[in-house]
């Protein structure tokens, strides 16, 4: 398998690969339906979509050491996004690395925080709003982590929408899913009888709201809140997700997830590479 010329640093490792490899959607040509054999390989392709993400270029500036056209690049990010491919490849880095620590594969505890971002001239007026707290006219993104800082789910939103509004949403979305969850730590703006009424009687949710102390001045660690308040820290070390640029919230979304796709891979990659289990884990997918 041919590999670009140029290696980048957001580019996949042997072994991050080997982990990628086997949780890629099915070739159309391997399927009962059939379908033409891809022309490029997808190693390349996912390397060219880590860089956009990583390096925060636009689209049509995909080095042409990549040799693949930007339009087949975004295509298959468009594809893989509106499918689902992302979120399942997430819950299975983030199952191997919980249960490498030693913890059940699924949390059952969470932490959720809404972080405002700018957003560029190419968001549409629909899609975004003005954070009145925040000062900010942009989108708005809900993030939902597991105690570690790992990305359960998430929603990209205009900036006016309250954090409540959307909370209800994600909720009840992973309720759907994982009826186990019991307990969810956040912030004042989810605190509210109401809201956290129907939590408790609708999903069966404890909203647990983790103050600021009132006598705080300036920048203070608060406890289960840091957490998400670094993976947002995380989120943003990827330069496409400095500001949004998307037409699309779901691309906005998927740009985030490719992010912690990046991080997680890499995180487990290193704790694969410690053991004995690095040829193995190689050999297996070759």
Not at 52 to 75: C, E, M, Q, S, Y
Not at 201 to 221: C, E, S
Not at 276 to 283: L, S
């Amino acid at each position: 398998m041919l590999l670009p010329l140029y290696r980048y640093p957001s580019d996949t490792s042997d072994l991050e690969w080997a982990l990628l490899e086997r949780l890629r959607p099915t070739p159309a040509c391997q399927t009962p339906k059939g379908g033409a054999p891809e022309k490029w390989p997808r190693r390349r392709v996912v390397d060219s979509i880590r860089y956009i993400v990583d390096n925060g270029a636009k689209w049509r500036a995909l080095p042409a050491d990549f040799g693949i056209p930007w339009r087949t690049v975004f295509g298959y990010f468009a594809r893989w996004a509106k499918a689902g491919v992302l979120k399942r490849i997430l819950d299975q880095l983030r199952r191997r690395l919980r249960l490498r620590g030693s913890r059940c594969p699924w949390p059952v505890r969470l932490i959720i925080d809404a972080q405002s971002v700018k957003g560029a001239e190419t968001v549409s007026k629909a899609t975004r709003g003005w954070d009145q707290g925040k000062m900010i006219n942009g989108r708005k993104r809900h993030l939902i982590v597991d105690q570690d800082g790992l990305l359960v789910d998430l929603l990209v939103t205009p900036a006016d929408v309250q954090e409540r509004t959307a909370a209800r949403i994600l909720l009840t979305r992973l309720h759907a899913e994982h009826p186990e969850i019991v307990l969810v730590w956040a912030d004042n703006a989810y605190g509210g009888e109401e809201f956290t009424t129907w939590v408790q009687d609708a999903l069966g949710i404890t909203i647990k709201v983790v103050p600021r102390p009132k006598d705080a001045d300036g920048f203070v660690v608060l406890p289960k809140r840091w957490v998400v308040e670094r993976s947002n820290s995380w989120t943003m070390r990827a330069r496409r997700n400095a500001r949004d640029y998307e037409r699309l919230m779901p691309h906005a979304e998927a740009h985030i997830q490719w992010a912690f796709i990046t991080l997680m891979s890499r995180r487990l990659a290193r704790q694969l590479r410690r053991t004995e289990a690095v040829p193995a884990a190689i050999a297996a997918a070759a």
